[in-house]
């Protein structure tokens, strides 16, 4: 295996790209390796920082010009904008609306209605809307992750 490291300093984040003729186990784990990296996130409460796990998140969205993470019990600030978010979070955070990201992992149930569909979480009344424009994302999403 040849490894190759470019430098770019026009790139805001580092890209891997596996070039083979054939997908191998080895190459599978190597990618389940890079997939599992969780980005390191600071959250604020008023004047305190915290450093949450990224799967206690329920979903990111923008509320009055700020970024909010949600968990069951609490409410953080986020110093990102849901665009570099979205550039930075695992694959399985997925917009589901203009300004929200959600957490697939953390998904209840969904209820559809004819504006799109409600996600409800699991031990808690907060709920998110997904779009009619992010419906089908939505549904690839957890159709994939069902395989």
């Known amino acids: 295996m040849q490894v190759k490291i470019e430098i770019d300093p026009?790139?805001?984040d580092p890209v891997v790209t596996i070039r083979?003729?054939?997908?191998?186990?080895?190459?599978?784990?190597l990618v389940t390796q890079l997939q599992s990296q969780t980005p390191t996130l600071t959250f604020f409460q008023g004047d305190t920082e915290y450093y949450l796990d990224l799967n206690e998140i329920l979903f990111f969205e923008v509320s009055d010009r700020r970024t909010w993470a949600h968990t069951a019990t609490g409410l953080y600030q986020v110093k990102w904008r849901l665009k570099d978010l979205e550039a930075r979070l695992p694959h399985h955070f997925l917009r589901c609306a203009k300004s929200v990201i959600l957490n697939l992992h953390q998904i209840y149930s969904?209820?559809?209605n004819l504006t799109g569909?409600?996600?409800?979480?699991?031990?808690?009344?907060?709920?998110?809307?997904?779009?009619r424009h992010y419906y089908?994302?939505?549904r690839d999403?957890?159709?994939?992750r069902m395989n």
């Open 10 to 12: 026009a790139a805001t």
């Open 20 to 29: 083979t003729a054939t997908l191998t186990p080895a190459l599978n784990q």
């Open 110 to 112: 969904l209820t559809r």
């Open 117 to 131: 569909c409600e996600i409800h979480f699991a031990h808690t009344d907060k709920r998110v809307f997904v779009s």
């Open 136 to 138: 089908q994302a939505l």
């Open 141 to 144: 999403a957890l159709a994939e």
